[in-house]
């Protein structure tokens, strides 16, 4: 089964305990991305990696940190800086030719015990 | 900076009446604009992009440069239809930027 794969797809965090969020796809992208969904606000872009060992901040970094190790994983750490975790996280890659094509997988929820 | 608004958060249309769901932006670039729909327990997939011109699912979206708008039509809702609708930009860096999200709910 291709695409991307999301998980877990719930996941609780204690007060002050970072806890990562996993994304992996068979798709052979190389741009890969997270995005936080709140009711009301939409998708606001978290981090991105264009290419493995490198990503930027994207609009609401703080709280937030990312590795690319690997062409197929670009997990997600949620910190306890991150004061207001609980949300849907998406993530979701790029192919070559994509421009604002994306490919999203079935997110994460989030919340705080 | 880069805008894109959707003023409606919830839109209800009965089924078989044209639906036309609202997108506006602001971005000094040349916009590449598209629209990504969520139906219920599915991932958010793109729908259509304004580049390719097509009719998906009988939807259409044309930018109008001049009103600053990506506004998108169906001249006859279906059940199915009932979903979150985004509207996204393509900023410069080849990211999408989103708004808010219209949720569009089609009454039998």
């Known amino acids: 089964d291709g695409g991307i794969t999301q998980s877990p797809k719930y996941l609780f965090r204690k007060e002050g305990q970072n806890v990562t969020l996993s994304c992996e796809q068979n798709?052979?992208?190389?741009?890969m991305y997270w995005y936080r969904q709140d009711p009301g606000q939409g998708l606001r872009l978290i981090y991105y990696?264009?290419?493995?060992?490198?990503?930027q901040k994207g609009d609401i970094a703080e709280g937030y940190s990312v590795s690319r190790e690997k062409k197929e994983s670009f997990p997600l750490t949620v910190t306890s800086a991150q004061k207001n975790p609980t949300a849907f996280y998406l993530c979701?890659?790029?192919?070559?030719?994509?421009?604002?094509?994306?490919?999203f997988g079935a997110g994460t929820r989030l919340s705080v015990l | 900076a880069q805008r894109v608004t959707q003023p409606e958060k919830l839109l209800s249309v009965f089924k078989g009446a044209p639906v036309e769901l609202k997108c506006n932006y602001s971005?000094?670039?040349?916009?590449?604009l598209f629209w990504y729909v969520q139906y219920s327990r599915q991932r958010l997939q793109l729908l259509l992009r304004?580049?390719s011109r097509e009719s998906i699912k009988g939807f259409t979206a044309d930018l109008n440069k001049g009103e600053t708008s990506f506004h998108l039509k169906k001249p006859f809702a279906q059940e199915e239809d009932s979903a979150m609708y985004y509207c996204?930009?393509?900023?410069?860096?080849?990211?999408?930027?989103f708004g808010t999200g219209t949720r569009l709910t089609v009454i039998p």
């Open positions: 979701a890659s790029k192919p070559p030719e994509g421009g604002g094509i994306q490919y």
């Open positions: 798709l052979n992208h190389d741009a």
């Open positions: 990696s264009q290419i493995v060992n490198d990503f």
């Open positions: 971005y000094s670039g040349s916009p590449e």
């Open positions: 304004h580049i």
């Open positions: 996204a930009l393509q900023t410069g860096a080849n990211n999408l930027f």
